[in-house]
């Protein structure tokens, strides 16, 4: 903000309440609960529940976790995707994955499609699939759609679609500024005859 690289005002208005927590490396005793509470949110369905093994546990508290909990939280939840059987042995924790300081490049276990995705390499194939631009049709075709069900309502169509009326507004205008026309409340496709 200082530095007049982020807007003083957005700062205020995001600064409702500061806390002031230390590094997790310094919660040593936070690790493990934040690491059954990561396993528990990301359950595999009915199966039966997940367990951390006493050498995944020790792997977790050796490690300095510079992305903090966040960090602790993606590890854990890849360790549980990629574990086999009910418990996330140490062998599952890949903690030097998300390491951004070893300069090289970082790899990402894709069992899906067996392969592996290189980080470096991720947007430029996401974006070469096309796969945000059918997102983006998609996302068009349904705010037309909603709008087309509720006569051209702005507010019916916001609450139909689970978005807020200023978002809304705001996917408008950016439809508008692609050259999209959007229907009105009163045009004629809405008027009955």
């Known amino acids: 903000m200082r530095a007049n690289r982020f807007r003083a005002d957005l700062f205020y208005r995001l600064n409702v309440m500061s806390l002031r927590l230390p590094a997790l490396r310094d919660r040593r005793g936070d690790i493990l609960p934040l690491a059954r509470r990561a396993i528990q949110a990301c359950g595999r369905g009915p199966q039966a529940p997940i367990t951390l093994a006493a050498d995944a546990e020790r792997k977790l508290l050796q490690h300095d976790w510079p992305g903090n909990a966040r960090e602790l939280t993606n590890i854990v939840q890849r360790a549980v995707w990629l574990a086999t059987g009910g418990e996330v042995r140490a062998a ?32 430029a194939e996401a974006a070469s699939d096309g796969l945000g631009r059918d997102l983006k049709e998609r996302e068009r075709e349904l705010i037309l759609a909603t709008l087309a069900s509720t006569r051209g309502s702005r507010k019916l169509a916001a609450e139909r679609l689970g978005i807020s009326p200023r978002t809304l507004r705001h996917k408008l205008q950016q439809l508008k500024a692609a050259g999209i026309s959007v229907p009105h409340l ?3 496709q809405y008027m009955t005859a």
């Open 186 to 188: 009163h045009d004629s």
């Open 92 to 123: 599952d924790i890949d903690v030097g994955a998300m390491d951004p300081v070893a300069g090289e490049r970082q790899v990402v276990p894709t069992p899906d499609f067996g392969g592996v995705i290189t980080a470096s390499a991720a947007p």
